[in-house]
């Protein structure tokens, strides 16, 4: 929650203000500028605290309001008066508007306006034009784009700290997962493991049980305990049902221990008739990898339920390695095929989820799955794809942020290139244009009223002042023709400038109109020195 700002503080508005309304009530008094009226000066400054004020919820409207202001004072956009607000309101618009294109709009309708106010009342129009683009682009397109990356910067490190929470409950959850998965492995563990077991003693039970030369007392101790030993199983199945988690589990991750060739012998060592037929010269599953595991799972769940509800049924596992070929990806398959129940008194299934588990499990990787009566007996049939760990890119995460950094980049660089080009032209017409257009005081002294135009034009410079300062300069004589131009060839000073009237082919007035500084004893002696 923000803190309530004390009634006693500044509003940040108010002091954004009062900075940009510094520089357009000094810049004329300094010489910065052409000299403007007071009333002039004080609507600037109340157009700028309109645009102060609304710079926080219509950023786009007070930077229309400075664009406006910036073009009363120049057409070339650029003023010292004016410029700072002009790129402090564009800052602002990149940092506070969302859309970025009503800001490319507003910047291209400010270029339409200004080309077509130049066009209008400009003195020199391709190098207003130019420098009005260079201002447009250095102090409006580029603040605006700071802007928009100081934006981008607050937004993406908002989302990084939200994206740490998120990841600190997903870490959390995962660990409730994975404890709860570990149950259900133990579970599952225990139910395949000691199931497999109590049948394997049951089996054997049941061939103590019909063994010549036993008494009767003792076949019906190892009747009963083939009984109890089943219903262990049956009870065992029951309890880890609660304990696991759901019926869709993947193969335990501890490795088995055992290959399959081992697992069906200890199965014939303990009494069941089962025999182990490797089938093709295919590569076998790649010990103690997924598919191992699986498999063994599932020879394991069929010879226990072979052994509970045909005991005494002939076994056969069959296990084949599939080559990888046109259109087959490279896997193993096996086949627990046993037939009808040799012994009397088997017990009827009671339905269970271990079957269904391991279907679930070999779908989870690609495989397929069969179980069912065949023949006399039952077959289940399991067919596991060779498996291959997926390493994904360690950059990958990060190729969204890098190409939007790369593109604003080059945005940024080609804007940069593009001002550049624009600037250095724009500066290059202005030094050309001013450095042509001196008058050398002594040769402006030399002049004398009545003199032919002829003769004045031999020591004229080859261009003349674009940009007079007719506002400092005397009335000019009536019906005259008055060229203007600079006394001194100094770039970005105000200097004084020599005005000639032509009336009638003869020069009839000369003026020396002072630049912005200069006033006392000392313009009075240039003025003689002149004259």
């Not at 784009?145 to 600190?168: D, K, M, N, P």
């Not at 279907?359 to 596991?384: D, L, Q, S």
């Not at 600037?423 to 050398?440: D, K, M, N, P, R």
């Amino acid at each position: 929650m923000e803190r309530p700002r004390p009634a006693w503080a500044p509003d940040g508005r108010a002091l954004l203000w009062a900075a940009l309304a510094l520089p357009a009530l000094t810049a004329d008094r300094l010489g910065l500028n052409e000299p403007r009226p007071l009333w002039q000066q004080l609507a600037g400054v109340a157009v700028l605290a309109v645009a102060a004020a609304l710079s926080r919820r219509l950023p786009l409207v007070a930077f229309g309001l400075a664009a406006a202001l910036s073009f009363t004072a120049a057409p070339a956009l650029f003023t010292v008066s004016y410029g700072p607000a002009l790129g402090v309101f564009a800052l602002l618009l990149g940092l506070r508007a969302g859309r970025a294109r009503p800001a490319v709009l507003c910047f291209a309708a400010v270029g339409c306006a200004g080309t077509a106010r130049i066009v209008l009342v400009g003195v020199d129009p391709a190098p207003e034009w130019l420098v009005m683009t260079g201002t447009l682009l250095f102090g409006c397109v580029f603040p605006w784009l700071g802007g928009r990356y100081w934006r981008q910067s607050r937004e993406l490190a908002e989302a990084g700290w939200l994206r740490a929470a998120r990841l600190e409950d997903e870490a959390r959850f995962a660990e409730e997962r994975a404890r709860l998965r570990e149950r259900a492995r133990i579970a599952q563990d225990m139910h395949d493991s000691l199931g497999h077991e109590l049948s394997l003693i049951a089996l054997r039970a049941g061939a103590l049980q019909v063994a010549p030369g036993l008494a009767v007392e003792h076949r019906t101790a190892a009747a009963d305990l083939r009984a109890a030993a089943a219903d262990a199983t049956d009870r065992l199945h029951r309890i880890i049902g609660v304990l696991r988690e759901d019926d869709d589990e993947p193969a335990p991750l501890a490795p088995a221990g055992e290959t399959l060739e081992q697992l069906v012998a200890r199965a014939a060592e303990s009494g069941l008739p089962v025999r182990y037929e490797p089938v093709g010269q295919g590569p076998a599953a790649e010990p103690g990898g997924v598919a191992e595991r699986l498999l063994h799972r599932v020879v394991r769940e069929a010879l226990t339920n072979a052994a509970r509800h045909a005991p005494g049924a002939a076994v056969t596992v069959a296990v084949t390695g599939r080559a990888a070929g046109a259109g087959r990806a490279a896997g193993t398959s096996v086949t627990v095929t046993n037939g009808r129940a040799a012994q009397d008194g088997s017990r009827p299934s009671r339905g269970g989820t271990g079957l269904l588990g391991l279907r679930a499990a070999v779908a989870a990787i690609g495989g397929t799955f069969e179980a069912g009566p065949h023949k006399e007996g039952f077959r289940v049939r399991a067919y596991v794809p060779e498996q291959r760990t997926a390493v994904r890119p360690a950059g990958s995460a990060r190729a969204p942020f890098t190409h939007a950094r790369r593109r604003f980049a080059v945005g940024l660089g080609a804007a940069a290139g593009v001002g550049v080009v624009l600037v250095g032209t724009a500066f290059g017409w202005y030094a050309y244009a001013e450095t042509h257009s001196v008058l050398e005081p002594a040769a402006y002294a030399k002049l004398r009223l009545g003199t032919p135009v002829a003769d004045v034009e031999r020591v004229l410079p080859e261009r003349d002042v674009n940009d007079p300062p007719d506002e400092r300069a005397p009335a000019p004589p009536e019906g005259a023709d008055c060229r203007y131009y600079r006394a001194s060839g100094e770039l970005f000073v105000s200097v004084d400038h020599f005005r000639l009237c032509f009336e009638a082919g003869r020069l009839v007035a000369k003026d020396v109109v002072p630049g912005l500084g200069l006033s006392g004893e000392g313009r009075e002696e240039y003025e003689e020195f002149v004259r």
